[in-house]
């Protein structure tokens, strides 16, 4: 199944300090990939993507890096801020799959003040 | 903008009751949608999926079942719910093939608890 009976691992990181949150796909041929952020009691909320034609991309204080190599995924934020405190999700997806998207574990990531 | 709408945000329900959780989406046509549902400190687990009216795909066996009466339109059920059905509820639309993206955009969700 997908990610059913995993508890989250946890990152605690100082205000202000980068945060790197990292994610280890299953699918060589996943060629689309995505981190959600989600809040306690809220659904996950869409923060970056990225195709398999990149291995880096950025967003406002987020960068995602692919490694497809060792199919590793990563999520940096920059100067982290209490905010930023959720569980952050990585999805996997083949494009043109109406029904794949295979999410990770997901990560418990606490800003401390 | 699209905007996705799930109803109740939380529902207690005795063991054996029915259930029904409607999901809708607004501002997007033939969506795909999406049922997930989450326990507590866990990752989302795949339920039902549809790409069109009538159309239901079912990824894991159980009590539950899904129906798309209309176009943006997604309706979870059980006719007897058991305690293990608890968690949170999430709905989720794509847009799929047209735009050449998977990404999934989620709604509130809705916190069942069975006693």
């Known amino acids: 199944g997908e990610n059913v009976g995993l508890h989250l691992p946890t990152l605690s990181v100082q205000e202000g300090d980068n945060s790197i949150i990292n994610c280890a796909y299953s699918n060589s041929a996943s060629d689309y990939f995505i981190w959600y952020k989600q809040e306690s009691g809220k659904g996950p909320q869409f923060i970056i993507d990225i195709r398999s034609n990149m291995d880096k991309r950025q967003g406002q204080r987020v960068t995602v890096l692919l490694n497809k190599t060792v199919k590793h995924l990563s999520l940096q934020i920059a100067a982290t801020q209490p905010g930023d405190s959720a569980v952050y999700f990585c999805a996997e997806a083949k494009s043109g799959s109406a029904r794949q998207l295979t999410f990770g574990s997901g990560t418990q990531l606490t800003v401390l003040p | 903008s699209q905007t996705i709408h799930q109803w109740p945000a939380t529902l207690v329900q005795p063991v054996g009751s029915p259930l029904s959780l409607e999901c809708t989406v607004e501002g997007t046509s033939n969506p795909n949608l999406y049922w997930y549902r989450q326990a507590a400190g866990r990752g989302l687990q795949l339920l039902f999926y549809?790409?069109?009216?009538?159309?239901i795909s079912s990824e894991v066996p159980q009590n539950l079942s899904a129906s798309r009466p209309q176009d943006r339109q997604f309706i979870l059920s059980s006719k007897k719910l058991l305690l293990s059905d608890s968690g949170f509820y999430l709905c989720?639309?794509?847009?799929?093939?047209?735009?050449?993206?998977?990404?999934?955009?989620f709604g509130p969700g809705t916190r069942l608890t069975v006693l």
């Open positions: 549809s790409v069109g009216i009538g159309q």
């Open positions: 989720a639309w794509s847009v799929y093939p047209q735009r050449g993206g998977d990404t999934q955009y």
